[in-house]
């Protein structure tokens, strides 16, 4: 399954307290690896450096709570489950069908 992650860095605290996570994020991002079961296809950070976004692929919703429970002390989270268009299409215009068929 093919997931969006969308993260802002979270708020709060002192510019001090702020500074001290922002550096120890930086230091866990040297030597974090996600999970075996995660595929990261993109990983891209907002402009503004308040958070960013990424497209993960896994088999293992356990695995990915382990991969974002890892950065739970320094970002704010949410997970939005999608699949390609391609594959959408073919499931809207059925549900389309389905609903068109009420109104005959």
């Given at each position: 399954?093919?997931?969006?992650?969308?993260?802002?860095?979270?708020?709060?605290?002192?510019?001090?307290?702020?500074?001290?996570?922002?550096?120890?994020?930086?230091?866990?991002?040297a030597t974090w690896q996600p999970s075996d079961a995660a595929s990261i296809?993109?990983?891209?950070?907002?402009?503004?450096?308040?958070?960013?976004?990424?497209?993960?692929?896994?088999?293992?919703?356990?695995?990915?709570?382990?991969?974002?429970?890892?950065?739970?002390?320094?970002?704010?989270?949410?997970?939005?489950?999608?699949?390609?268009?391609?594959?959408?299409?073919?499931?809207?215009?059925?549900?389309?069908?389905?609903?068109?068929?009420?109104?005959?």
């Amino acid at each position: 399954m093919k997931f969006v992650i969308a993260f802002t860095t979270q708020q709060g605290g002192s510019e001090a307290d702020r500074h001290e996570a922002a550096k120890k994020a930086q230091q866990l991002l040297a030597t974090w690896q996600p999970s075996d079961a995660a595929s990261i296809v993109q990983w891209v950070s907002r402009v503004d450096g308040n958070g960013g976004f990424s497209i993960v692929e896994t088999d293992s919703a356990e695995n990915s709570l382990g991969d974002l429970a890892t950065w739970s002390s320094f970002l704010d989270f949410q997970v939005y489950p999608v699949i390609d268009i391609g594959d959408a299409t073919p499931v809207t215009d059925a549900a389309l069908g389905t609903r068109a068929a009420l109104d005959n």
